[in-house]
């Protein structure tokens, strides 16, 4: 049999939302490591590693450079436990986005591909927002915000994982991703990425950083199978 592709889906806004429960979260515990009011953070968070996030909050609320390692160090320990409770909260607002569950499914039973994740979330708070929608068996391996803060290294980390617990090599490597920073990453490594405008940026924005597809939402699975799989004109 030929070489499989691998696909590597980013998750926020790409795979599902959780009605802003992430930046609720780390907002929170800001608050509570620096024993202040909630700061109304203007930082944006599309398409950034959570490392990054809070180093922009840090420098946001003024702190001094000199205690950013650790309050940065003592704010991610805090972030899992009420990111849990965030999740709870807003599980009413929380949803997949159109067509994942039936595009996870399909590709994962697809002898040609194999699935992980990229994604600026840390690991653990990854497995979370995907446990929410029980979608975690569909994606063993993947590269997180906890293995580097800059999103263009992760590439390289998702794909050894892949190697070894798939143990094959890969005749391609897909990003799925909803900002332009997916693509940045997945040029980064040489692989392919086809962005969707499921999240805050429109499909023209997308298309500026010259993905190999770009698509509004992945709601025609066949079709966005076909793309993946090579056989149709983007
Ligand atoms: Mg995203």
Not at 11 to 29: E, N, P, Y
């Amino acid at each position: 049999m030929s070489q499989p592709r691998l696909v590597l889906f980013d998750i926020d806004c790409t795979l599902l939302r959780t009605g802003g429960a992430g930046m609720a979260a780390l907002s929170q515990a800001l608050c509570q490591i620096l024993e202040g009011a909630p700061p109304q953070s203007a930082v944006p968070p599309c398409g950034q590693t959570d490392p990054n996030i809070v180093r922009a909050m840090l420098r946001e609320a003024g702190l001094p450079s000199s205690r950013w390692g650790e309050v940065e160090s003592r704010l991610l320990e805090v972030y899992p436990e009420l990111l849990a409770e965030e999740l709870q909260r807003r599980r009413p607002e929380s949803r997949l986005e159109r067509g994942v569950q039936r595009l996870v499914e399909d590709m994962h039973a697809h002898p040609e591909f194999r699935l992980g994740v990229l994604t600026g979330n840390l690991e653990v708070t990854a497995r979370m927002k995907l446990d929410v929608f029980g979608l975690n068996p569909y994606f063993p391996i993947g590269a997180f915000g906890s293995d580097c803060a800059d999103r263009n290294r992760l590439g390289p980390v998702a794909l050894e994982r892949a190697r070894r617990h798939y143990a094959c090599e890969f005749s391609q490597v897909w990003f799925i991703g909803d900002t332009h920073h997916d693509i940045l990453a997945a040029r980064a490594c040489g692989a392919r990425v086809l962005a969707v405008a499921t999240g805050s940026s429109t499909r023209d924005r997308l298309q500026e950083f010259c993905p190999d597809h770009c698509l509004d939402h992945l709601e025609a699975v066949d079709e966005v199978v076909q793309l993946l799989l090579g056989s149709m004109p983007g």
